[in-house]
């Protein structure tokens, strides 16, 4: 039960949050950057730029028209068929100069650059890594260095020291420089610190050297480019500031040499304008190189910030609503009728919900179960209409009818409206779904002046009254989400969600964040309100057991389909499913006899590519061929559906083996 | 000191500000023209050295076009008086310099900004904000940016607190006279006791700036607030 899907957890984050993909990926990594840089187009600008300057750098002697030095021509010249850029006032060559100074720039990028993210790595990791008094002390080091005020401090110093050459200037810069990535490399060893390899590492008796220099570093790939990059923008713009105020060598081949003496022969005003122009655009181009590259670097090792589009898959088709023809049921709630939601993914859209069909009765209890990544909360958080921007879901085809209106089809709008009066929703965590900013009180009144008009004396009132009804006493109401314990956070939601006694409430996983016990209290508290006020329920659950007496009917869910659905005690006494049936053989009976508890083998299947035929058959014990070929139908047997070809009279005359036995 | 502090203090706030703002925006209308096209564009503009981009200003709209004063806080025939006319020229003179820092500076508050705020809006409370049927620009402010900005706000500190010396070339170009201005001038004529003393102004400016974003998060965090 604990197995989660390939498919949600790579490709397309469900509606668990976005994790930041940097320590999964450690072998292949250079390999995928590679790819991923060749794909991201602000990276190969950055690439192009680069490999520009390098080239510059290696062969001037080669590229350059002329001595850049030589006062042989005559000065002040405008651009021309000898000089491109003109010349100086000195009368030398624009474009040459140009051409030298970029070496400069380049080695002080990228000395600065390693100096500064080799002390960066060195700091970091180790003061994450050690932790206690080593990372006290060397957390205050990199903390008084960043608070240093580099700019003026390096002026001080060349100004001490009148010498100030190429190599001055990329110890004092690099020395100066590296705080930052220090900082963001020790947070990142401090996350991974307790990551399960690195423990593996340690119980297996590797020395410390080993797990720094071939466990952690190369999760850490990114950081370190980044931490590099940075380095080097800052550093070729301090270079150039600084030269450009005369604090570098004069005689110097540089561009911040060139503009400090375009600045001292006013050459804007004197007609030389290039003269000024050109250098500071070599600056601006090199530091957007690393500046492009760094960008692009975030956006790859962080896919949140990547925009996606979904490509609709051609094989399924967006079932036209009104076809369905069927008229709303007065006594039902909730008819969703072929409903399917999609992600997007790297490899395309991802089919999450496929094809699903429920109906809920008023002051119902709807239990959805199933193993992680089987749809659950796809499906749900799709019938409360809270895929879509940010989250990478989209539905793709079917019909939500709610009180008798279409919610897919519902205008953001119109749907303000609905939401809170008329359903409202119970996140799996209330840690995060509370804002940690506002106290309840004013969560509360957000969610009463967004839907009434009721007075602030009123909706202080109804928010007492709701916590109440939880069993909160109310001088918590005014109480920030951290102050409260986990417990009573998630009653506090399950208070907020009740402010206007909605006709359905949709909940998801609301009780896996508590132990056992206040699991069990929270759940005798949800059912006798639901009886009392007469809203029907949602509730999803990887945790059968949690449901088997509270809910009146069962959804089990397997890989973004319906495979069983019927009465509650039904689905418990004679599950029909095959994946039922091992559902229920996972869990341990306290009253029944002694059984061997049996896991399920194998793990839910990629939804990128589901198994042709049933998508349980790779895992079904009682599998035959036919299940390997054709996807079963979902049967009605006895006013209850199940998705088995063994339920499936018509299929199973045409299958020979099947027949048989 | 003051004119450093009305010039680059104030285009610092602004900066944050308005960067901060166009973040938001970004981030909250993905894949709109903001999140499109900005994005791009200031990772390249903050890559500029702000004194060249301050040349060019000087040399477009001063004088090419002669529209704006090229350098000095006023001009030499004002008086140094509590006047209108004064008061004016002081603008006119701060406009160049004023609009170069914001330019360069802005940059980096809208990337992190809106970076910050894609994230956010990925959390659960933003997601129960619009279960709860909320306006969207309630979300936006109350949910998504006050959460956003948490982050930024030391990173603003330090901004304020760098004011100083990141004014030094600014004011160099533009021949402002205010702090970054003295201090070029002390190294230039060996004046180490001044150099020394600005140095220590420019540190301790660094660390009030810090003690105030620590006092802002304070009130703008509630978890940082009591760790009795």
Redesign the interface.
């Known amino acids: 039960m604990t197995v989660t899907s390939g498919a949600v957890a790579a490709g397309a984050?469900g509606p668990g949050?976005?994790e930041h993909v940097v320590a999964e990926t450690r072998r292949g990594f250079g390999r995928d950057l590679v790819r991923a840089v060749a794909r991201n187009r602000?990276a190969m600008a950055g690439v192009v730029l680069l490999a520009f300057f390098l080239v510059l750098t290696l062969f001037p002697g080669e590229i350059a028209p002329h001595d850049p030095m030589a006062s042989i021509f005559q000065p002040g010249l405008g651009p021309s068929r000898e000089h491109w850029l003109g010349t100086t006032s000195y009368g030398q060559d624009i474009l040459s100069q140009l051409i030298w100074g970029t070496r400069q720039s380049v080695i002080i990028a990228f000395a600065v650059g390693g100096l500064a993210t080799a002390i960066a790595v060195l700091v970091g990791v180790s003061a994450g890594y050690l932790g206690g008094a080593s990372d006290g002390f060397l957390s205050l080091v990199t903390d008084v260095i960043?608070?240093?005020?580099?700019?003026?401090?390096i002026?001080?110093i060349t100004?001490y020291e009148k010498s100030s050459g190429l190599t001055t200037l990329v110890i004092v810069l690099g020395a100066l420089g590296w705080s930052y990535g220090a900082r963001q490399l020790r947070a990142q060893t401090l996350s991974l610190r307790t990551r399960d390899f690195l423990e593996a590492a340690r119980v297996r008796g590797e020395r410390r050297s080993y797990v720094i220099l071939y466990e952690i570093l190369p999760t850490m790939t990114s950081l370190i480019v980044a931490s590099f990059l940075g380095a080097a923008?800052f550093a070729?713009?301090f270079a150039?500031?600084l030269q450009?105020?005369g604090?570098g060598d004069p005689n110097a081949q540089s561009w911040g040499t060139m503009?400090y003496w375009a600045?001292n022969n006013e050459a804007?005003?004197a007609g030389m304008?290039l003269w000024?122009?050109a250098?500071?655009v070599c600056?601006?181009l090199l530091?957007?190189a690393?500046?492009?590259l760094n960008?692009a670097f975030?956006e790859i090792s962080?896919p949140?910030?990547r925009?996606r589009?979904l490509d609709r898959p051609p094989d399924v088709e967006p079932r036209d609503a009104a076809a369905s023809g069927e008229p709303p049921d007065p006594d039902r709630v909730l008819q969703v009728r072929g409903l399917s939601v999609a992600y997007t993914s790297d490899e395309g859209a991802v089919v999450a919900v496929d094809n699903v069909d429920l109906d809920l009765g008023r002051g119902e209890f709807l239990a959805v179960v199933g193993e992680s990544g089987c749809g659950k909360s796809t499906l749900v958080y799709a019938i409360?209409r809270?895929l879509g921007?940010?989250?990478s879901g989209e539905i793709i085809g079917g019909q939500i009818m709610f009180q008798g209106r279409d919610m897919v089809t519902l205008a953001e709008r119109q749907?303000?409206?609905?939401?809170?009066?008329e359903f409202?929703?119970v996140?799996?965590?209330a840690m995060?779904?509370?804002?940690?900013?506002?106290?309840i009180a004013a969560q509360m009144r957000?969610?009463c002046k967004?839907?009434s008009t009721m007075s602030d004396r009123e909706i202080e009132e109804r928010s007492r009254e709701v916590l109440r009804l939880v069993s909160i006493d109310p001088i918590h109401l005014h109480s920030?989400p951290?102050?409260l314990s986990g417990g009573m956070r998630q009653r506090a939601m399950i208070a907020?969600a009740l402010l206007f006694t909605p006709d359905l409430v949709i909940m998801d996983e609301p009780t896996s964040a508590l132990d056992v016990v206040a699991q069990r209290s929270l759940m005798m508290q949800i059912k006798e309100l639901q009886q009392r006020l007469g809203f029907a329920v949602v509730f999803v659950t990887h945790d059968m057991s949690l449901v088997s007496h509270f809910s009146d009917r069962l959804l089990v869910m397997y890989a973004g389909q319906v495979a069983e659905f019927g009465d509650t005690r039904r689905v418990f006494d004679t599950p029909r499913h095959p994946y039922t049936r091992a559902l229920l053989e996972a869990f341990p009976s306290i009253r029944g006899p002694k059984t061997h508890l049996l896991g399920i083998p194998g793990s839910p299947p990629d939804l990128a590519r589901p198994p042709s035929g049933c998508r349980f058959s790779p895992r079904c014990p009682v599998a035959r061929p036919t299940c390997h070929a054709t996807p079963p139908r979902l049967v009605e047997v006895e006013s209850d559906l199940v998705r088995c070809v063994l339920y499936d009279d018509a299929a199973l005359e045409r299958d020979p083996v099947a027949a048989e036995s | 000191m003051p004119w450093t502090l009305g010039l680059v203090g104030l285009t610092t706030i602004f900066a944050f500000l308005i960067g901060t703002f166009i973040g938001l925006i970004a981030a909250w209308r993905?894949?709109g023209f903001l999140?499109g096209v900005l994005?791009?564009i200031f990772?390249?503009t903050?890559?500029?050295?702000y004194?060249?981009?301050a040349?060019?200003a000087?040399?477009l709209f001063s004088?090419e076009l002669g529209w704006l004063p090229a350098n000095g806080g006023y001009g030499i025939k004002t008086e140094e008086a509590w006047s209108w006319t004064f008061a004016g020229d002081v603008l006119e003179h701060s406009i160049l310099p004023a609009v170069t820092i914001l330019v360069t500076a802005i940059g980096g508050w809208i990337?992190t900004m809106r970076?910050n705020t894609?994230?956010v809006?990925?959390?659960?409370?933003v997601?129960?904000?619009?279960?709860?049927?909320?306006?969207p620009w309630?979300i936006m402010w109350?949910?998504a940016g006050?959460?956003a900005i948490?982050p930024n706000l030391t990173g603003f500190a330090?901004s304020l607190?760098?004011v100083?010396?990141?004014a030094?070339?600014v004011e160099?170009?533009f021949n402002y006279p205010g702090v970054g201005w003295m201090?070029?001038q002390s190294?230039e004529n060996?004046d180490y006791a001044l150099?020394?003393g600005?140095?220590l102004l420019?540190?301790v400016a660094?660390?009030l700036a810090?003690l105030a974003a620590d006092v802002a998060t304070v009130i703008?965090?509630?978890?940082t607030r009591?760790r009795s």
Do not use: C
Request: aromatic content about 12%.
């Open positions: 984050p949050g976005f602000k960043l608070v240093i005020p580099i700019f003026p401090l002026i001080v100004a923008v070729v713009l150039a500031g450009f105020i604090l503009l600045e804007l005003g304008p000024a122009i250098p500071g600056v601006a530091g957007a690393f500046a492009l960008y975030d962080n949140a910030l925009l589009r409360a809270l921007p940010p989250f749907l303000r409206h609905v939401r809170w009066r409202s929703v996140m799996q965590s995060n779904a509370l804002n940690p900013v506002l106290t957000d969610a967004a839907h920030y951290h102050q907020m | 993905r894949g999140d994005p791009p990772v390249i903050s890559a500029f050295p004194f060249w981009l040349l060019l000087i040399w004088i990337l970076n894609i994230s809006l990925a959390e659960d409370y997601r129960m904000a619009r279960a709860k049927g909320l306006k309630r109350t949910y006050r959460n948490l330090m607190g760098f100083v010396s990141g030094i070339l160099f170009v201090f070029l190294v060996q150099m020394q600005l140095f420019i540190t660094v660390l810090i703008l965090d509630p978890r009591d």
